[in-house]
């Protein structure tokens, strides 16, 4: 088995310094502490938080595309995939902001904390997606939030021109897929998860309202 900081830079292709891997060990450290008291993740994966949730978001970096400057995560809770994403984009490709959506006050207070304790910069926003004035982002991620279908209802107000999607989904992704082709036109990509043989990183773009 990888130790963590090699599994990560696995995952994201590239070697990773020491300071995003003590940023990310401070993230999942304040997430252990925090999940007592809120329900950031099941409690059953606290202990596996590195490759269930870290790597897992990870991924979803590694999957968007290079020229994003703009990044709308909504649904963050605990952090991911978005502050993650923002976390390793601190050390790679700083010049992207992000933007953290998470309606639930004491998800917004953790996820504000985690961003003190490592120095790392976001928006946080704790409204509800729908709430908020068109966010023309390059690239918008959710995990672990709805169906693919509404995930797309969600997002498509706040998509750029030419912007992807990246939405984390498990064994009934293809069923998703072909609810919501019902509803949309996509460009779709599959990116295999390495983590988990039962999940793919769906990349959406050219998103189309039928």
């Known amino acids: ?11 994201l292709g590239r070697d990773v310094s020491r300071e995003t891997r003590e940023r990310l060990e401070t993230h999942q450290t304040l997430l252990t502490k925090w999940n007592r008291a809120i329900n950031l993740v099941s409690p059953g994966t ?7 949730h870290i ?6 970096f ?5 020229s994003a400057r703009k990044w709308l ?9 978005g502050l993650v994403c923002a976390i390793i984009a601190a050390e790679f490709t700083p010049e992207i902001s992000f933007t953290l959506v998470e309606s639930d006050k004491r998800k917004s207070a953790f996820l504000t904390t985690v961003l ?20 023309a982002a390059d690239v918008i991620s959710a995990r672990a939030v709805a169906s693919l279908s509404d995930l797309l209802t969600y997002a498509y ?4 021109p030419g912007g992807h999607c990246l939405f984390p989904k498990g064994v009934r992704a293809e069923e998703e897929v072909a609810s919501a082709s ?20 769906l990349v959406l773009g050219e998103i189309e309202r039928v």
């Open 46 to 52: 606290i202990e596996n938080a590195w490759t269930r």
């Open 62 to 66: 590694a999957a968007a595309p290079t």
């Open 182 to 201: 019902d509803s949309w036109r996509f460009k779709l990509e599959r990116r295999p998860s390495i983590t988990d043989p039962n999940t793919a990183i």
């Open 1 to 11: 088995m990888l130790e963590p900081g090699d599994a990560l830079s696995s995952v």
């Open 73 to 81: 995560d909504f649904g963050t809770g605990g952090g991911f995939p």
């Open 157 to 160: 107000p706040h998509l750029a």
């Open 116 to 135: 003190r304790e490592t120095g790392v910069t976001a928006e946080v926003v704790a409204r509800r997606l729908e709430d908020m004035r068109p966010q």
């Open 55 to 60: 790597l897992d978001s990870a991924e979803v």
